[in-house]
């Protein structure tokens, strides 16, 4: 099994833009679809982004995934962060049995 | 609108076992494949077993393996959870997601039920 690495946490003005990465322990990360996921406190997960760059209906264009194989990672950027965007964020990927999420990162917006 | 209700939480004591539901409405049940997600207190996410639409697949994390066993009802719209030998370190909020793909496995979760607490405690 392979592991998601995230940052534990980031910080950011509003308005400004952010960055968070998932980093693939083994495999190719470009192998299986990177998600994103946003969870509020208090509330349950909602996916932001779903095949590596897809968004949702419904999730605004500020946010935006890719993925990059130099690194073997993925990134979900906010952009125009506005308070709104304070939340957990967790990546998840798969392989053939099994589904992975990376550890969190809590963005905080201030 | 998809909705997904779990129930069944509570508290237990290690060793003991307990059920828990999760009833779908707002898309074809049968069409679907399910899964059951955790989240300890204060924790990260924890993907716990897979139910694909057709019952032919089903897989576990390591960490339930031998202990869990996912099963659904397409008559009642509902999907199952059945814990045994249940650990402290069971405790969490247990989900219910619901994946993308009709007749597919996609990997991932487009909705989530609000969650079910498991508190195992002597």
């Known amino acids: 099994n392979f592991m998601l690495t995230q940052p534990h946490s980031v910080s950011e003005s509003p308005g400004k833009t952010v960055t968070i990465s998932c980093t693939r322990s083994?495999?190719?990360?470009?192998?299986?679809?990177v998600q994103w996921y946003q969870q509020r406190p208090g509330s349950s997960p909602t996916i932001v982004i779903f095949?590596?760059?897809?968004?949702p209906s419904g999730v605004p264009d500020r946010f935006s995934g890719s993925i990059d194989s130099s690194s073997n990672s993925a990134s979900l950027t906010i952009s125009g962060l506005k308070t709104e965007d304070e939340a957990d964020y967790y990546c998840q990927s798969y392989d053939s049995h099994n589904r992975v999420f990376g550890g969190g990162t809590k963005l905080t917006v201030l | 609108q998809v909705q997904l209700v779990e129930s069944g939480g509570g508290v237990v004591q290690p060793g003991r076992s307990l059920r828990l539901s999760c009833v779908a409405s707002g898309f074809t049940f049968g069409g679907y494949g399910m899964h059951w997600v955790r989240q300890a207190p204060g924790k990260g996410l924890e993907w716990v077993a897979v139910l694909s639409h057709d019952g032919s697949e089903i897989y576990y994390a390591d960490s339930v393996r031998g202990r869990f066993t996912i099963s659904r009802d397409k008559s009642k719209n509902t999907l199952y959870l059945q814990m045994n030998s249940l650990r402290i370190e069971d405790t969490a909020v247990y989900y219910c997601?619901?994946?993308?793909?009709?007749?597919?496995?996609?990997?991932?979760?487009?909705?989530w039920g609000q969650g079910t607490l498991v508190t195992v405690s002597s």
């Open positions: 997601a619901k994946d993308p793909w009709l007749r597919g496995s996609s990997g991932y979760f487009d909705y």
């Open positions: 083994s495999g190719s990360i470009a192998s299986n679809y």
């Open positions: 095949e590596d760059v897809q968004r």
